[in-house]
Nanobody, 127 residues
């Protein structure tokens, strides 16, 4: 069945970097816009970044603009989130999600748009 699998989480010092990867299992991600969300304890799940199915459009939440980048590799059936200049406030569980909404060239960070979800990977930023 359709599954998304996140990897790359871990412990990093403030100012450091991590690269998260989202891999499709049982289906190709080519036809889907892919987004990264995060949720910290006691907080709402928030959209961080998304990339359109054709890769032409990316969007970022204001708090991560200039620090995070998103990219996709069709041959590997993956979408990566490069996170730089990490801060303690970035500590959270990170999830990837897929949607067919938006056609080929758009995406948005609305929870209700996304029908397929990964299990999450923990990112902890601490000295």
């Amino acid at each position: 069945q359709y599954q998304l699998v996140e990897s790359g989480g871990g412990l990093v010092q403030p100012g450091g970097s991590l690269r998260l990867s989202c891999a499709g299992s049982g289906f190709t991600l080519d036809y889907y816009a892919i987004a990264w969300f995060r949720q910290a304890p006691g907080k709402e799940r928030e959209g961080i970044s998304c990339i359109s199915s054709d890769g032409s459009t990316t969007n970022f939440e204001d708090s991560v603009k200039g620090r995070f980048t998103i990219s996709r590799n069709y041959a590997k059936n993956t979408v990566d989130l490069q996170m730089n200049s990490l801060q303690s406030e970035d500590t959270s569980t990170y999830y990837c999600a897929a949607t067919i909404r938006g056609g080929g060239s758009s995406c948005r960070l609305n929870l209700g748009d996304y029908r397929y979800w990964g299990q999450g990977t923990q990112v902890t930023v601490s000295s």
